[in-house]
């Protein structure tokens, strides 16, 4: 059996301290620290302790408020308090509220202060076999709902990976309280798509507009994406973020029945972001005009978190040097990735020969707008080519009716 971390204990009579240590020395490993500031500091460096032994009556902070805060720093650790007769009625609050596992009156015997910290170990011992089942029991879950969704659409995985890397760059900086969580439910946010129909399938993975009864068919994927999450230990959470990754900010959007604004799951808030912001990135390259464009649909997104994501991820694009490319760069792309500012190479036309946009005129924020609608109810030929960057008129693209 792996030998347990060492027990620790904590009061602020170093005298009392060092009693201790002779009386259990050989009893089992353990540590001491002077005072609940000493503990927290010893445990904020990245120590680990099986039981956290402390006296309820120590100066900058009593024992009920150190082991709250050991509980959050450490939850594993099992936590147990000595108390005099008057701080007794404390003590049962804390076990009531779960901060402490076991108290002793003082003076406490030698013999009963060694038989409560074994059953501490003891706990110790349960609680972290639990844990490793659970983890090993949701590792292998995932691993399987990951490779049912990595060869059901490899497309649609593909984006799901690159939202996770993006969720994993931004979680620390924007204090998501845990990052795996966030990581995870990017990755099984289209898990719900193993319900739909092979064709629809095939016209989301290559981003073709859906017909409106299919719209809907796509509206119901995420509540079997949260039944089939919902079924895995641990991730109740993950599970809620991925119902929500469709509300809008403005309580728009579906689930149609839901929270608003900040209450939406900040996860579920990062995941409306990164959902659209996958159908405009072409490649890895993330930048200012791919968050502008987002900026055109307000009412998705929370402001406050859409210009976080932006300051964290947004790079600068070479296209626009003008020092290194002074007459700009040719692209040949997909119209999803028309920006504003683009100069048309060639004319933006539909495969029954409309001619939407005319080459040799830049592209607006409103014929951008115009365009998307146009997606949705004509097929274009593609890819077309571009300019971007260097010098030239501000001159709009002319639109030909």
Excluded at 143 to 148: A, G, I
Excluded at 158 to 164: D, H, P, S, V
Excluded at 340 to 345: M, T, W, Y
Excluded at 366 to 389: A, K, T
């Amino acid at each position: 059996m792996t030998q347990n971390p060492p027990v620790l204990f904590v009061d602020d009579d170093e005298n009392l301290l060092m009693g201790l240590k002779r009386k259990l020395r050989g009893k089992f490993d353990f540590d001491t620290a002077v005072g609940p500031l000493q503990a927290l500091e010893k445990i904020k460096a990245g120590n680990k302790y099986a039981v956290c032994v402390a006296d309820m009556r120590m100066p900058d902070m009593d024992g009920v408020k150190l082991l709250a805060e050991v509980a959050k720093l450490s939850p594993d650790t099992v936590n147990m308090m000595l108390t005099g007769n008057a701080d007794q009625h404390t003590a049962v609050e804390a076990i009531n509220r779960g901060h402490i596992f076991r108290f002793f009156n003082k003076p406490c015997e030698d013999e009963d202060l060694i038989a409560g910290v074994k059953a501490g170990l003891r706990q110790y011992q349960l609680i972290t076999a639990e844990k490793a089942l659970i983890e090993q029991t949701l590792a292998g879950s995932v691993k399987v709902l990951t490779e049912v969704l990595a060869q059901l659409n490899p497309a649609i995985f593909g984006k799901a990976m690159r939202a996770k890397l993006w969720c994993d760059t931004i979680a620390k900086q924007i204090d998501y309280p845990h990052p795996w969580e966030l990581g995870l439910a990017a990755l099984l946010a289209p898990i719900g798509y193993v319900s739909l129909p092979p064709e629809i399938l095939a016209r989301l993975g290559d981003e073709k507009p859906l017909q409106p009864l299919e719209r809907d068919v796509v509206r119901r994927t995420p509540e079997v994406a949260r039944k089939l999450i919902s079924n895995i230990p641990r991730l109740e959470q993950v599970a809620g973020i991925v119902y929500l990754q469709n509300r809008n900010f403005d309580g728009s959007g579906f689930p149609a029945e839901g929270p608003l604004g900040t209450e939406i799951p900040l996860g579920a808030r990062v995941l409306r972001i990164f959902n659209d912001l996958g159908k405009i990135v072409e490649s890895d390259l993330v930048v200012k005009q791919h968050f502008d464009e987002l900026r055109h649909k307000p009412e998705r997104y929370d402001p406050e978190l859409l210009n976080q994501i932006e300051a964290i991820l947004a790079q600068e694009d070479p296209s626009y040097d003008k020092v290194a490319h002074p007459t700009g760069t040719e692209h040949d792309i997909y119209l999803k990735n028309l920006r504003i500012g683009d100069f048309l190479l060639t004319d933006i036309e539909t495969r029954d020969g409309h001619i939407l946009l005319t080459h040799g005129n830049f592209v607006s924020e409103i014929q951008i707008q115009r365009l998307r609608v146009f997606q949705e109810l004509h097929q274009f030929h593609e890819p077309i080519r571009v300019r971007r960057g260097g010098q030239g008129p501000d001159t709009p693209g002319r639109e030909v009716s």
